[in-house]
């Protein structure tokens, strides 16, 4: 298979400029493959949210065109999106919350050799319902996994998403959600896990079209080796929006010199009776709880383990399955002993 470049992102872009999609595909030898999902392709949204506002929307539209696995979900589920080697695949959820419904959709990620997958996923909550989210990626180190979630929340409905990145390959996490109720929230937090020379873009969206709305976007990635993480989180704040709350933190732990953290927080506010606030650092482990710590019979790779473990601590917090918790928990251990 081989790529239209004019219609794949450039760094030129200015929402892709950190991450090099055309060099992850460059030179793969791909077939259109489908998953064997149902689905109606006429029932496809025509035209991608944000297009003309935001102009990173390409991908959605290569989805739309290229689909053939549609899979449809209005109840609790588990989803595997898994890759072969030599696949390209096009895969797209339509994920419906009914009013008052409280779901949760547990999305897992993952392939072996070389692939590409372009996902789209598309999400309407109604009014007053919950709907927890929760996402593994562990693509193979040759597997370039784009995916694009958008989202609508009604009045008093809440999203509560968790995604935890690991494994190897070339990823970037693209999410636009739109707070289209009064009182709506919206709730994203992560983990990037990153080594070799893994790539891990989470870019970030969240726009404020109703009064009394909030968002909290907590991210935290930890990078060795070669790695390369980006987080681009803006929060967009509509003139009608009042009484908006939002609130966006991204955290970095660098554990190698040659490892590179771009991060770029945004705040657009045309509101004028709200309170948003935006973090952002990059840096390495702190030597003093180190020093304490190994003064204190702690051997240095489990002190180093326990200071990482309670980094990454704040972002789980927003996971509501306690099941699910513990084995983000298990997963981040796991991590850190293959890298001790």
């Given at each position: 298979?081989?790529?239209?470049f004019?219609?794949i992102?450039?760094?030129k872009?200015?929402?892709w400029?950190?991450?090099?999609l055309q060099?992850?595909?460059k030179d793969?030898?791909l077939?259109?493959a489908?998953?064997?999902w149902d689905?109606?392709?006429?029932?496809l949204?025509?035209?991608a949210?944000?297009?003309?506002?935001?102009?990173?929307?390409?991908?959605?539209?290569?989805?739309?065109?290229q689909t053939?696995?549609?899979k449809?979900?209005t109840?609790?589920?588990?989803?595997?999106?898994?890759?072969k080697?030599?696949?390209s695949l096009?895969?797209r959820?339509?994920?419906?919350?009914?009013?008052?419904?409280?779901?949760?959709?547990?999305?897992?990620?993952?392939?072996?050799?070389?692939?590409w997958?372009n996902?789209v996923?598309?999400?309407?909550i109604?009014?007053n319902?919950?709907?927890?989210?929760y996402?593994t990626i562990e693509?193979?180190?040759k597997?370039?996994?784009t995916?694009?979630?958008?989202?609508?929340?009604a009045?008093?409905?809440?999203?509560n998403a968790?995604?935890?990145?690991?494994?190897?390959?070339?990823v970037r996490n693209?999410?636009?959600?739109?707070?289209m109720?009064e009182g709506?929230?919206?709730?994203?937090a992560?983990?990037?896990?990153?080594?070799?020379?893994?790539?891990?873009?989470?870019?970030i969206t969240?726009?404020?079209?109703?009064?009394?709305?909030?968002?909290?976007q907590?991210?935290?990635s930890?990078?060795?080796?070669?790695?390369?993480?980006?987080?681009?989180?803006?929060v967009h704040?509509h003139?009608v929006?009042?009484k908006?709350?939002?609130?966006?933190?991204?955290?970095?732990l660098i554990?190698?010199?040659q490892?590179?953290m771009?991060?770029?927080?945004e705040l657009?506010i045309?509101?004028d009776d709200v309170?948003?606030s935006?973090?952002?650092?990059t840096?390495?482990?702190?030597?003093?709880p180190?020093?304490?710590?190994?003064?204190?019979?702690i051997?240095?790779?489990?002190?180093?383990?326990?200071?990482?473990?309670?980094?990454?601590a704040?972002a789980?917090e927003?996971?509501?399955?306690?099941?699910?918790?513990?084995?983000?928990?298990?997963?981040?251990a796991?991590w850190?002993?293959s890298?001790a």
């Amino acid at each position: 298979m081989s790529f239209a470049f004019e219609n794949i992102p450039s760094v030129k872009s200015e929402r892709w400029k950190y991450s090099n999609l055309q060099r992850a595909l460059k030179d793969l030898s791909l077939t259109p493959a489908r998953l064997g999902w149902d689905g109606n392709v006429s029932l496809l949204s025509p035209h991608a949210p944000g297009a003309m506002e935001y102009g990173d929307t390409q991908l959605w539209d290569l989805n739309a065109s290229q689909t053939k696995d549609i899979k449809f979900i209005t109840s609790n589920d588990i989803i595997d999106v898994s890759a072969k080697d030599g696949q390209s695949l096009s895969p797209r959820l339509i994920i419906d919350v009914k009013a008052g419904e409280n779901i949760t959709i547990i999305e897992n990620h993952n392939g072996d050799g070389v692939y590409w997958k372009n996902a789209v996923v598309q999400i309407n909550i109604e009014e007053n319902a919950i709907f927890n989210h929760y996402r593994t990626i562990e693509e193979s180190e040759k597997g370039v996994n784009t995916l694009f979630t958008h989202v609508k929340i009604a009045k008093g409905a809440s999203y509560n998403a968790f995604t935890m990145v690991l494994g190897d390959g070339f990823v970037r996490n693209q999410i636009h959600a739109e707070i289209m109720g009064e009182g709506a929230h919206c709730g994203l937090a992560g983990v990037n896990l990153l080594a070799s020379t893994q790539h891990a873009d989470t870019t970030i969206t969240i726009e404020h079209q109703a009064p009394h709305g909030t968002s909290n976007q907590t991210y935290k990635s930890v990078l060795t080796d070669k790695a390369h993480g980006v987080f681009q989180g803006k929060v967009h704040v509509h003139k009608v929006a009042q009484k908006t709350d939002g609130y966006q933190l991204s955290n970095a732990l660098i554990l190698s010199p040659q490892a590179e953290m771009d991060t770029k927080p945004e705040l657009e506010i045309y509101a004028d009776d709200v309170k948003c606030s935006h973090g952002a650092t990059t840096g390495k482990l702190d030597d003093d709880p180190l020093f304490y710590m190994r003064a204190r019979g702690i051997p240095e790779p489990v002190a180093r383990a326990l200071l990482i473990e309670a980094f990454c601590a704040q972002a789980l917090e927003c996971i509501a399955d306690d099941v699910f918790a513990q084995t983000m928990r298990e997963e981040i251990a796991k991590w850190l002993t293959s890298r001790a």
